[in-house]
């Protein structure tokens, strides 16, 4: 008779799916089957539990990815927790890290999603874009030895930005969002900001000189980063492109509304925008 | 504390940090710098370029990482004993770790001020007893 492999139990919101051994080649059906059952628990965040677990064959690994992709489309999160340095390492090598969400706890995985958990509700937009006001004043205050005033963010009425010459872009993706951010400078704001950083006078705006929007962008990002974590969202890396050019208009992909950050310094003002696409 | 006619390895993927670390060292009297783009290149011109007093390498680059670079150069017994600093734009406790263990001689967070950077090349050379 064959062994059941998995045990589950369910609270608050939470289908805590507990596997017991390996997941070789031939527990392929038993693996299928169970997907199927956990499909049907109307929790909105479903933890595996691999503690012991080793190894998953690549036909199992199917699996757990519809499973993710099921609950992606129904807005539900998978996780997982205890997994092994070499399970971690397996499914890191497969491009499956995302897939399995790996977490040190269930209290980790719930603060992550914001399920269960007193995060529930948390209001994003202040949770999340707090941390790039401060980091942009300081990134700015440190490297440029500027003065900046945070205005207040605003949500964008139009998709089109007006009086930009160079921005800084980065793609934005976590559990619970994926989006892009962008800095965007008038052209003499940003020459004003490139002297003071790195005490050079430019006239306009070069291949050379437009790269530090990349660059202020990316500490600004990395600074955020960890603050953000410590808030519950584990921002993946990213490296900044940068679009130049006259009166530039930065249109994101994406249908949801930019969030404009304004700031007003020494040498004129200029704002960052930042678009969260959806939980992903 | 280095001579500042100590021979200085700057790498990183975007031309105005190169800039901004070669601006700051100016500043404490250093003249001798070679810049590259990435760890790989790094990597170049420390074996065609060299040898260097001092490294001093951002972490995230395309191609090849700052740590990965850091891993290949305490790996090489000719050149493991080069004084390596990291730059980085994280500050996350994982990653302090894991260049550590990797044995890197000091660790700079961005953003930074010339001050800053000094001290802590300061404690590299206090720590490799270079004076």
């Known amino acids: 008779m064959a062994e059941n492999r998995f045990s589950s139990e369910s609270q608050d919101g939470v289908h805590v799916i507990h596997c017991i051994s390996n997941l070789e080649a031939d527990h392929e059906a038993e693996v299928e089957k169970s997907v199927k059952e956990w499909l049907l628990n109307p929790a909105n965040l479903h933890i595996l539990d691999l503690k012991g677990v080793l190894k998953i064959h690549g036909n199992n690994l199917r699996h757990f990815t519809k499973f993710k992709q099921a609950l992606k489309a129904n807005q539900k999160f998978l996780a997982s927790i205890n997994m092994s340095d070499t399970l971690y390492n397996t499914i890191s090598g497969a491009g499956l890290k995302s897939v399995f969400n790996p977490f040190k706890s269930i ?32 990134t700015l205050e440190t490297q440029a030895s500027l003065k900046l005033n945070p205005g207040k963010p605003f949500v964008k009425k139009t998709r089109e930005a007006s009086n930009i010459d160079v921005a800084g872009v980065l793609n934005l993706t976590c559990a619970q969002f994926s989006g892009s951010i962008a800095i965007c ?30 660059e202020i962008l990316n500490i600004i990002f990395g600074q955020a980063k960890t603050m953000l974590k410590e808030k519950g969202f584990n921002l993946e890396r990213a490296i900044p492109t940068v679009l130049a050019g006259d009166n530039l208009k930065v249109q994101f992909s994406s249908s949801s509304p930019a969030i404009v950050l304004p700031f007003e310094s020494d040498v004129g003002t200029f704002h960052m925008e930042i678009v969260l696409d959806s939980e992903s | 504390m280095f001579k500042p006619e100590t021979k200085i390895l700057i790498v990183d993927d975007m031309t105005t940090m190169r800039k901004i670390v070669q601006k700051s060292l100016r500043e404490m009297g250093f003249s001798n710098f070679v810049e590259a783009a990435d760890g790989q290149k790094g990597w170049d011109s420390l074996n065609t370029m060299g040898p260097f007093g001092l490294v001093v390498s951002d972490w995230n680059m395309p191609n090849v990482t700052g740590i990965e670079f850091l891993k290949r150069v305490r790996a090489d017994s000719n050149l493991k004993t080069t004084p390596f600093l990291l730059l980085t734009a994280e500050s996350e406790v994982e990653q302090v770790k894991e260049a550590v263990v990797a044995g890197v001689d000091g660790y700079v967070v961005k953003p930074f001020t010339t001050e800053t950077l000094k001290k802590k090349i300061e404690e590299v050379a206090k720590k490799r007893n270079i004076s």
Do not use: R
């Open chain 1, 107 to 138: 209290e980790e995985a719930k603060k992550s999603s914001g399920v269960g958990s007193a995060k529930k509700g948390l209001k994003v937009d202040a949770e999340f874009l707090n941390p790039f006001l401060t980091a942009t004043k300081t």
């Open chain 1, 185 to 214: 400078f008038p052209a003499a704001v940003f020459l004003k900001i490139y002297e003071k950083m790195l005490g050079e006078v430019h006239q306009a705006i070069n291949q050379e000189v437009q790269d530090a929007a990349g």
